[in-house]
């Protein structure tokens, strides 16, 4: 594992958000100035890769991964496809998460969910069912995300409220399954003696 690898599934997983130079210099465990040139050369090797899509922008003080500006054109077509348009189990998931807590950041989102949200935050952002509520304050101004009117219409809901409660909802199901699962597989059929 090297510095240059470190530092691209760091970008990669950042998502849309970026990661700031001084987090990079912190988690790969190098002076700032070598992450700096490390990614100038890696942005370097991206643009003189006539086959790789792969962009890194500076924007602010964050570094973010992206595609190359030719790409745009089929990058548009994949978000309009119908194919695109049907929510995976995690984008799901995450707009749960999102609907239930917000406004929330990504980070805060990838913490409870245990896994990188990154993907499902930009697909429900396209798909217009959340948006950008504002910046945390501080280091970073990470994105607080929430859902729009379009989600509010989409499920038919006049205020979040309505949503579903979730603790009534756990009990619910909780009561409908039994403690031993396969209890009535290995259960004996109980027979009635007769005397004799």
Known sequence: MDNMGELEALLFVAGDEGVRLEELSFLIGEP???IYQLIQTLSEKYQEDSQSSLNILEVG????LT???EYAPILKKYAKSPIANRLSQAALETLSIIAYKQPITRMEVDDIRGVQ????????TTNRLI???GRVEGPGRAILYGTTEYFMDYFG???IQELPDIQAMEEELS???PLDLYADRYEEPTEERGEN
């Open 32 to 34: 700032a100035s070598k």
């Open 61 to 64: 003080n964050s570094f973010v």
């Open 67 to 69: 595609a190359k500006k």
């Open 117 to 124: 949200s990154s993907g499902s935050v930009q697909k429900l």
């Open 131 to 133: 948006e950008e509520k």
């Open 157 to 159: 809901l006049k205020s």
């Open 175 to 177: 009561a409908d399954i």
